[in-house]
């Protein structure tokens, strides 16, 4: 029976209210992530890095006319105070996910228990008071601005699956995709904003150029903390503003089990599971592209295409401020056509999967075609990361379906293992265009992108599903008749149920 859904309220739904305050906290989340991506173009002294190790910087894309404005060409790139090689740089840039993938799973299983609103507000806050450190940490020593780095991530891994839980328990299913994506639109906002601002930032004389980077989005992680503290509750059950009808709405049209305890995490048949692992792969693909992308794109307009800072990073960001609308449109278009039984969510997932990974990698090996024609390649990443915004209908949702209940445990997991090339993405590219910044090296790192997105499509189309896992249900009795089965085997816990 479809589920009615609720009257207008006085305002648009506190669920709303909770995804707001979702996609503002992953912005702040990803400014004091990101805004260092932007920042060492001008932290770096290339001058003297280039001097000291005779380092080869091709000039081949020098002589071009970048969108038919030169003055969008940097002749003269202003030098920072830091002699770092492109490895030191990846080390710097890469740190961050060292801590990052440590505490997936305990992020996840903290919301889980205990709830995830304080999880992801303490989080972010720790992260905030870290980011205003930088500065002072980076003219100390590299190795304790490193340091700083990991405790970021330490403290950022906890966010994103315990938001994933927090989703799991506010969003109804019909309108899932359309929630997700606007939370999750906050990782491409903050893009957007720490890119673009990063960039004139760190090319003024505020603060001292690029300190200002780390000053004003720690201070926008602090304020967001207390923003998040007072609005926002654990479950829509617990919070004052919600009313019955909406409540009734979200609670009557969720696969999640709210009014059972949840039992302890079937560790063994979450290893089993080959959708499980299908999307792991898939995750794992997709983050090498976000984060080569995310990561090195600055560092790839400006080494080779010779962008001003300013340019740079406004050119890295609008990218992901078309993804995010790409993102929006689709899963409000795909919620459309699931709620009215158009096509069913499995092939709806793994359309939009098929879509974002074919369709990113055959962009990215449009740009290894175009050579030094900077508008073409311009246009052409604008266009591989935002044909990326279908996937948030794609496999990023698929881990929702499989276990709402624990969905932040499972995203976690994923996040741990995909999570791994957020630094092993600046140690390759570090080690491939480190003495030898030529358009050759960098379509390598393109051309690996594009196999590995592809490789990853086609594990998705045949292994995913969205049907809720046996392993998912909770029911004491349920779990019991099979709980000394072992784990991986369909045919002996078949045989064990006919002796039975």
């Not at 707001?20 to 990101?34: A, H, K, Q, W």
């Not at 592209?289 to 794109?297: A, E, G, P, R, V």
């Amino acid at each position: 029976m479809e589920d009615e859904k609720p009257k207008k309220f006085g305002m648009p739904g506190v669920r709303y209210l909770f995804a707001i305050n979702g996609l503002l906290g992953f912005m702040v989340s990803y400014s004091m992530r990101l805004n260092i991506n932007v920042a060492i173009v001008a932290m770096v002294n290339n001058t003297a890095l280039h001097n000291q190790n005779n380092e080869t910087y091709s000039n081949e894309c020098r002589a071009t006319d970048p969108i038919s404005n030169n003055s969008m060409v940097d002749d003269n790139p202003k030098d920072g105070e830091f002699v770092w090689s492109p490895h030191i740089q990846g080390l710097v840039l890469g740190a961050f996910y060292y801590g990052y993938c440590v505490t997936q799973i305990p992020g996840g299983r903290l919301a889980e228990l205990v709830g995830g609103k304080w999880v992801i507000g303490l989080a972010n806050l720790a992260t905030a008071l870290l980011t205003l450190l930088v500065p002072t940490a980076a003219r100390i020593h590299v190795g304790l601005l490193v340091a700083v780095r990991v405790m970021q991530g330490l403290a950022q891994g906890l966010v994103t699956p315990a938001m994933n839980s927090m989703l799991a328990r506010w969003t109804p299913e019909t309108e899932r995709g359309l929630l997700y994506t606007l939370v999750h639109a906050g990782t491409n906002i903050g893009s957007l904003t720490t890119m673009s601002f990063a960039g004139v930032l760190a090319g003024s004389d505020v603060l001292g150029g690029w300190p200002a980077c780390f000053y004003l989005f720690g201070l926008f992680g602090c304020l967001w903390f207390f923003l998040w503290a007072v609005l926002i509750t654990d479950t829509p059950q617990t919070h004052p503003f919600i009313t019955k009808k909406e409540l009734k709405y979200i609670t009557s049209n969720q696969k999640i089990e709210t009014n059972k305890k949840l039992p302890p995490v079937p560790w063994r048949k979450i290893a089993c599971s080959i959708p499980f692992w299908s999307l792991i792969v898939t995750q794992t693909c997709q983050d090498w592209s976000y984060y080569t992308i995310m990561t090195d794109l600055p560092t790839y307009f400006a080494t080779m295409l010779h962008f001003r800072i300013e340019t740079n990073g406004f050119l890295s960001s609008i990218p992901h401020f078309l993804q995010t609308i790409v993102g929006l449109v689709v899963s409000s278009v795909t919620d459309l056509i699931v709620r009215r039984g158009l096509a069913s969510p499995q092939f709806v997932r793994k359309f939009c999967n098929s879509v974002s990974g074919f369709g990113t990698s055959l962009g990215l090996v449009a740009v290894c075609l175009s050579g030094c024609d900077v508008n073409k390649n311009v246009a052409l990443f604008m266009f591989s990361v935002a044909i990326g915004g279908f996937c948030y209908s794609g496999h990023e949702l698929t881990l929702l379906d499989l276990s709402p209940e624990y969905a932040g445990t499972l995203y976690g997991i994923a996040n741990t293992i995909s999570n791994l090339t957020g630094f092993l993405t600046p140690l390759v590219v570090g080690a491939l265009t480190d003495g030898n910044q030529t358009l050759g090296q960098w379509h390598i790192v393109f051309g690996i992108t594009s196999g590995l997105l592809a490789f990853a499509s086609v594990v998705f189309v045949i292994f995913s599903t969205t049907q809720k896992q046996d392993w998912a249900v909770t029911s004491p009795a349920i779990k019991d008749v099979t709980m000394d089965v072992p784990e991986c085997s369909s045919i002996n816990r078949k045989a064990y149920k006919r002796l039975t």
